[in-house]
């Protein structure tokens, strides 16, 4: 590994705590409490704020505004924090914003790809391999499942949940969950059809993809009720687990699902 470089425009903390290898480019500024992992790099004009704690090997473009105050008004200064796995890529003018309450986070899992513009209020809980495209914005109190992807633009309500591979599409706007392993889109979002390339890419086997179809049609297309139609997904084949996944999910919601 080599050694931690910091170029003479950059402004570090003397709180800050920098691991091994760790890269600060021209013109940017750590403010506080930041730890940052091995590895890491920041490259011009990039800003974070502490009290944050960032792991190994993340990447921050030109821009990006890490560990913010909350956007939340009722925010008074309480020490809040934000926490971030390993290996993500935050590309230009990325947000990222500390929660709300006394001593609670927002977190950020490993290996996400954050393109620009995309911006993570207070209080969210982001899981790993996640993929923001251009502009996709959750409020606050979010949570977004492994592998799930955001549509450019798309725009989450607080409180929503995305579950686990499921999509969104372009310019959608989410007002409710999204159950795991769906594709959802439009304004206001509806669910369209199972993930399957999603799930493919992600090594579900045929026979799973096809339980989950099944899963999709009794939700969607037999005009049931929530409870019926939990009913009729108990029954189903499920060789991967993924349906009791999706009816847990739908039993857990709190805002409905799309």
Same mark, same amino acid.
């Given at each position: 590994?080599?050694?931690?470089?910091?170029?003479?425009?950059?402004?570090?903390?003397?709180?800050?705590?920098?691991?091994?290898?760790?890269? @600060? $480019?021209?013109?940017?500024?750590? +403010?506080?409490? /930041? =730890?940052?992992?091995?590895?890491? !790099?920041?490259?011009?004009?990039? *800003?974070?704020?502490?009290?944050?704690?960032?792991?190994?090997?993340?990447?921050?473009?030109?821009?990006?505004?890490?560990?913010?105050?909350?956007?939340?008004?009722?925010?008074?200064?309480?020490?809040?924090?934000?926490? @971030? $796995?390993?290996?993500?890529?935050? +590309?230009?003018? /990325? =947000?990222?914003?500390?929660?709300? !309450?006394?001593?609670?986070?927002? *977190?950020?899992?490993?290996?996400?790809?954050?393109?620009?513009?995309?911006?993570?209020?207070?209080?969210?809980?982001?899981?790993?391999?996640?993929?923001?495209?251009?502009?996709?914005?959750?409020?606050?109190?979010?949570?977004? $499942?492994?592998?799930?992807?955001?549509?450019?633009?798309?725009?989450?309500?607080?409180?929503?949940?995305?579950?686990?591979?499921?999509?969104?599409?372009?310019?959608?706007?989410?007002?409710?969950?999204?159950?795991?392993?769906?594709?959802?889109?439009?304004?206001?979002?509806?669910?369209?059809?199972?993930?399957?390339?999603?799930?493919?890419?992600?090594?579900?086997?045929?026979?799973?993809?096809?339980?989950?179809?099944?899963?999709?049609?009794?939700?969607?297309?037999?005009?049931?009720?929530?409870?019926?139609?939990?009913?009729?997904?108990?029954?189903?084949?499920?060789?991967?687990?993924?349906?009791?996944?999706?009816?847990?999910?739908?039993?857990?919601?709190?805002?409905?699902?799309?």
């Amino acid at each position: 590994m080599s050694e931690t470089s910091i170029h003479p425009t950059a402004i570090v903390d003397a709180a800050a705590e920098l691991a091994a290898g760790v890269r @600060i $480019g021209p013109y940017c500024v750590i +403010r506080g409490k /930041v =730890t940052i992992g091995e590895g890491s !790099e920041l490259l011009n004009n990039v *800003t974070i704020e502490g009290p944050t704690e960032i792991g190994q090997g993340n990447f921050f473009h030109t821009g990006a505004m890490i560990g913010g105050r909350t956007q939340d008004l009722k925010y008074d200064g309480e020490p809040t924090y934000l926490k @971030i $796995g390993d290996h993500n890529n935050f +590309r230009e003018c /990325v =947000t990222v914003n500390r929660a709300t !309450e006394k001593g609670g986070a927002t *977190t950020i899992g490993s290996h996400g790809n954050f393109l620009a513009y995309s911006h993570i209020a207070h209080d969210c809980i982001v899981g790993d391999h996640v993929i923001f495209s251009n502009n996709g914005t959750l409020a606050g109190h979010v949570t977004m $499942g492994d592998y799930a992807i955001l549509g450019g633009l798309t725009a989450v309500h607080q409180f929503c949940r995305i579950g686990d591979h499921a999509i969104t599409g372009g310019c959608s706007k989410i007002v409710q969950d999204i159950p795991p392993y769906m594709i959802a889109d439009g304004n206001p979002a509806k669910v369209r059809a199972v993930n399957t390339e999603g799930l493919r890419r992600r090594g579900f086997d045929d026979a799973s993809i096809r339980s989950m179809k099944k899963a999709y049609q009794q939700l969607y297309r037999k005009d049931l009720n929530k409870t019926a139609a939990l009913e009729a997904l108990a029954e189903l084949d499920d060789p991967s687990g993924a349906v009791a996944k999706l009816i847990e999910f739908v039993r857990s919601t709190e805002r409905g699902v799309h």
